[in-house]
T-cell receptor
Framework: GQSLEQPSEVTAVEGAIVQINCTYQ??????LSWYQQHDGGAPTFLSY????GLEETGRFSSFLSRSDSYGYLLLQELQMKDSASYFC???????????FGTGTLLAVQP | GAGVSQSPSNKVTEKGKDVELRCDPI?????LYWYRQSLGQGLEFLIY????????KSGLPSDRFSAERTGGSVSTLTIQRTQQEDSAVYLC???????????FGPGTRLTVL
């Protein structure tokens, strides 16, 4: 089967740093993406890793270790607006279809 | 348009009825995807279109589900003889060919009574 594991909930305070982990077990692997979804909203793309290492985009960074089937999303200088669900997703094949994790609900507290 | 649009935004139907959900992708995006999101869950892949053809239908849960795309643009997801377990948010996404970023629409919330 195919599965992606993420913590269900994470709580942090404004200004802090939080890391959301994702471990995956899939039949194919072409890359790991992260999406943000505010309550009732459309998922929006945050980052993509095809190769091992760290990708940085502003306050957000994403890491991938293909040998460990593991990745994480790092959010720095947390803001209240970062409260949302975060999904990791594996690009599972040449069609670019995404296999999503169950999501991590991040609550940022003042 | 500026982004992916979907209609209707909400649909309430009775068990056994057929429903049609529409997706208008971003202009020029030849790849189109349908996903389903149940309450508090991740997104579940349903079907992928490249142009008007669907090379990957592996996520369609049963033969009650079908989809088509015309003119390389608008797509319609049809659910026949709806069941209560079909209740979910149906999300459409589009992307440029080969691109890893998918742009999602706001979804259609389907409730089957």
């Amino acid at each position: 089967g195919q599965s992606l594991e993420q913590p269900s909930e994470v709580t942090a305070v404004e200004g802090a740093i939080v890391q959301i982990n994702c471990t995956y077990q899939t039949s194919g692997f072409y890359g790991l993406s992260w999406y943000q979804q505010h309550d009732g909203g459309a998922p929006t793309f945050l980052s993509y890793n095809a190769l091992d290492g760290l990708e940085e985009t502003g306050r957000f960074s994403s890491f991938l270790s293909r040998s460990d089937s593991y990745g994480y999303l790092l959010l720095q200088e947390l803001q209240m607006k970062d409260s949302a669900s975060y999904f990791c997703a594996v690009r599972g094949g040449a069609t670019n279809k995404l296999i999503f994790g169950t999501g991590t609900l991040l609550a940022v507290q003042p | 348009g500026a982004g992916v649009s979907q209609s209707p935004s909400n649909k309430v139907t009775e068990k056994g009825k057929d429903v049609e959900l529409r997706c208008d992708p971003i202009s020029g995006h030849t790849a189109l995807y349908w996903y389903r999101q149940s309450l508090g869950q991740g997104l579940e892949f349903l079907i992928y279109f490249q142009g008007n053809s669907a090379p990957d239908k592996s996520g369609l849960p049963s033969d009650r589900f079908s989809a088509e795309r015309t003119g390389g643009s608008v797509s319609t997801l049809t659910i026949q003889r709806t069941q209560q377990e079909d209740s979910a948010v149906y999300l459409c996404a589009s992307s440029l060919p080969g691109a890893h970023e998918q742009f999602f629409g706001p979804g259609t919330r389907l409730t089957v009574l």
